[in-house]
């Protein structure tokens, strides 16, 4: 559960970044794992003035050297909304819609680059390459009506029943996400969490986030019979909490928080990741086994969020 080690690659880190305060130089490296992450203090505030020498990371229990380090606030992003139009959802998507121009609203900025998925059993791309709030909402205003105008992502599949939620993700990344470029890159996920019609699994849409380094945010709508959640509902409450989780994002009530406010925390965030670079140790470069990587600050009470490791592809 966590991304496929680089190793076929070639990362071209950006003269943009910065290590200590001073610009570093161009590099390349093979076989490096790249990791962002995110620290908190222990209330809950984002701590944004730290350097190379206040982590340590270790991979398997191994230390590993740090060899590429970035304090990036102006990184433009590149995200992608995954929005649930199944039956379990019909209700809230109403609330969908504003919460998604909330979030914009909020969020993004001229240079981000957006585009926006809905799914129940075929995956429709919504809108690209726009950051315009009213162009992209737009086009979830003309969904409801005219959903088969709007071209598929992924390749055709004939599935009987209607979410097909990893699918969603799996090929949002690999079609969209995967090919951006320097950007920090995210999907926001509006659903339940319920799955029932995929061709790939969690752990593939999990990896697929880990490979490409990118975050999920889930945004979860549980309909409750009687107060209570069912065991389909419990299921989706762990599936999105496993996407958030092992990917460095987080995940969160949407009928029961305040939106704006994680709406405005999410961006905060994404505008204050530390990125890391290593080149593991481990002599077995391919030998397709996961390995836990782990990044611990040295700060009191810090608190590192990010991507649990990945697979040694």
Not at 99 to 118: G, N, Q, Y
Not at 273 to 299: L, W
Request: net charge negative.
């Amino acid at each position: 559960m966590a991304c496929r080690l680089c190793a076929f690659a070639v990362w071209l880190f950006s003269a943009a970044f910065f290590y200590a305060g001073q610009q570093a130089p161009y590099r390349t490296e093979v076989n490096l794992v790249n990791i962002s992450a995110v620290v908190h203090s222990s209330e809950g505030k984002l701590i944004t003035n730290l350097n190379k020498d206040d982590f340590e990371l270790t991979e398997d229990g191994v230390p590993q050297t740090i060899r590429f380090f970035a304090r990036e606030s102006e990184l433009p992003l590149s995200l992608g909304l995954i929005v649930d139009v199944s039956g379990s959802q019909e209700k809230f998507l109403k609330r969908h819609d504003h919460d998604i121009e909330t979030f914009l609203k909020t969020v993004i900025r001229p240079s981000d680059e957006l585009f926006a998925v809905c799914f129940g059993n075929h995956l429709r791309l919504v809108s690209a390459g726009t950051s315009s709030v009213p162009g992209i909402m737009q086009g979830f205003q003309r969904f409801p009506k005219e959903m088969g105008r709007f071209p598929e992502i992924g390749p055709h599949e004939d599935r009987d029943l209607g979410t097909a939620l990893y699918d969603a993700i799996y090929f949002s990344i690999v079609e969209k996400i995967k090919t951006a470029g320097e950007r920090r890159r995210a999907l926001i996920v509006f659903s339940d969490g319920e799955e029932n019609s995929s061709e790939h699994d969690l752990l593939d849409a999990i990896a697929a986030a880990q490979d490409t380094d990118t975050l999920l945010y889930c945004i979860r709508y549980t309909h409750k019979e009687h107060g209570q959640l069912s065991a389909r509902n419990k299921y989706g409450v762990r599936v999105m909490d496993h996407l958030a989780t092992l990917t460095g994002g987080a995940h969160y009530d949407g009928l029961a928080t305040h939106l704006e406010a994680v709406f405005e925390q999410i961006g905060d965030e994404l505008r204050a990741m530390y990125e890391f670079g290593y080149v593991s140790t481990n002599s077995n470069t391919h030998d397709g086994s996961f390995r836990k990587s782990s990044i611990r600050c040295k700060a009191p009470g810090a608190i590192v969020r990010s991507k649990s490791g990945y697979y040694a592809r």
